[in-house]
């Protein structure tokens, strides 16, 4: 089976602009969760989808929102973009909600400027 | 809220020993806890789940150990290789599929 894949793999913004980032999770998974990921603060959880309805939710701003489709795929918005929002955004799929083993795509390296 | 805990950011060892790294973590009892590895540039990747009821874990040369007194866990890496070399990451599980992490061990294993 195909992993997680993610695009862009990296992409350079500058600030007050918005990005959108996709991710299509493992053939069959219906969970996708997103997570940020900088040094200071480590791998740090946006919101999950699964059935194309947000069931968890990060302590993250408004600018960060999501949506899932109908075929699992899921793609992440980041509107407004400040400085601090350079990370790397990561995307997990699992099978389904409540699963205990979730792989990890490749990531999207955004940097602001 | 939740604390998760890493030793050292970075831990440097000799090729064939072993490499023992930490995650201790408060305010919480969760009823298992996950190791990753993170190469560079990518994303990480499962390695071992244990639970709480069970005290050790093994998958050929890692080892994990549970403490739910200590809320602690140790990760064993035995006769490490060079190739062992990169970040551990230790994962506390949430609601539904939410998982909170620690920043993560860098291991470089010297040849």
């Known amino acids: 089976k195909a992993g997680v894949t993610q695009t862009p793999r990296y992409l350079i913004k500058t600030r007050g602009q918005q990005v959108t980032l996709s991710c299509s999770p493992i053939?069959?998974?219906?969970?996708v969760s997103w997570y940020q990921q900088t040094p200071g603060q480590g791998l740090q959880f946006l919101f999950e989808?699964?059935?194309?309805?947000?069931?968890n939710k990060g302590n993250f701003p408004g600018r960060f929102s999501g949506r899932q489709f109908s075929n699992s795929r899921s793609e992440m918005n980041v509107s407004t973009l400040e400085l601090g929002d350079s990370a790397l955004y990561l995307c997990?799929?699992?099978?389904?909600?409540?699963?205990?083993?979730?792989?990890f795509g490749p990531g999207t390296r955004l940097l602001v400027l | 809220s939740q604390k998760i805990e890493q030793n050292s950011e970075a831990l440097n060892i000799q090729e064939g020993k072993t490499a023992t790294l930490t995650c201790n973590y408060t305010?919480?009892?969760?009823?298992?806890l996950q190791w990753y590895r993170q190469d560079p540039g990518r994303g990480p990747v499962f390695l071992l789940l244990?639970?709480?009821?069970?005290k050790e874990k093994r998958k050929e040369r890692l080892k994990v150990t549970f403490d739910t007194t200590l809320k602690q866990s140790l990760f064993h890496i035995t006769a490490s290789q060079p190739a062992d070399s990169a970040t551990y990451l230790c994962?506390?599980?949430?609601?539904?599929?939410?998982?909170?992490f620690g920043t993560g061990t860098s291991l470089t294993v010297i040849p």
């Open positions: 053939s069959g998974h219906r969970s």
């Open positions: 994962a506390l599980p949430n609601t539904g599929n939410q998982f909170y």
């Open positions: 305010n919480y009892s969760p009823a298992y």
């Open positions: 997990a799929s699992s099978l389904s909600h409540y699963q205990e083993t979730q792989y």
């Open positions: 244990i639970r709480e009821n069970e």
């Open positions: 989808y699964f059935s194309e309805t947000q069931r």
